[in-house]
T-cell receptor, first 113, second 115 residues
């Protein structure tokens, strides 16, 4: 069984602050994929980033960066210099040997002007 | 091309009615998924198709839920004798684009309210 835990229910920040979202996962698969999705008020899930289990290199993509630590089964996501448009629910998700995604419960991010 | 589309966007049903939710995946995408998202929760897997074959339906909550994809493109999720607990957003996703195989691309969802 696969499980994704997002311990933070809500985060509220002022514009230009950095926001870090925590994600911890459980899986028995040796090969798996981790994702972050954004769900704005419109409801559509928007793909943000993907990381493969065999590549622990952390990267930065624009204002997004992520920290994948296999030893602690964590896949944290950071938004640098947050903007009001970043306000949304963010989901961490895991895909193992089958094709289905297992999602965390989501973290609601509110960025205040 | 266009993204994943779903219709209707909103559906209100009286308890006991049957409903049908449609999903048009991205053209050429082989795999199609249905998820159910309850209010304040993350999406939960319902079922998975590869072309017209339903390879996994382990997430369907009861035998009142039925999904099909007869020609390997458009899919329909049908819920018979709807109950109040079926109220949720039903999300469809597709994948299979060369070079980006692992990302699932989601539609806007159908919000079902059962009265």
């Amino acid at each position: 069984a696969q499980k994704v835990t997002q311990a933070q229910t809500e985060i509220s920040v002022v514009e230009k602050e950095d926001v870090t979202l925590d994600c911890v996962y459980e899986t028995r698969d040796t090969t798996y994929y981790l994702f972050w999705y954004k769900q704005p008020p419109s409801g559509e899930l928007v793909f943000l980033i993907r990381r493969n289990s065999f590549d622990e290199q952390n990267e930065i993509s624009g204002r997004y960066s992520w920290n994948f630590q296999k030893s602690t089964s964590s896949f944290n996501f950071t938004i640098t210099a947050s903007q009001v448009v970043d306000s949304a629910v963010y989901f961490c998700a895991l895909r193992g040997g089958d094709y289905k995604l297992s999602f965390g419960a989501g973290t609601t991010v509110t960025v205040r002007a | 091309g266009a993204g994943v589309s779903q219709s209707p966007r909103y559906k209100v049903a009286k308890r006991g009615q049957d409903v049908a939710l449609r999903c048009d995946p991205i053209s050429g995408h082989v795999s199609l998924f249905w998820y159910q998202q309850a209010l304040g929760q993350g999406p939960e897997f319902l079922t998975y198709f590869q072309n017209e074959a339903q390879l996994d339906k382990s997430g369907l909550p009861s035998d009142r839920f039925f999904a099909e994809r007869p020609e390997g493109s458009v899919s329909t999720l049908k819920i018979q004798r709807t109950q109040q607990e079926d109220s949720a957003v039903y999300l469809c996703a597709s994948t299979g684009q060369p070079g980006r195989y692992n990302e699932q691309f989601f539609g806007p969802g159908t919000r079902l309210t059962v009265l």
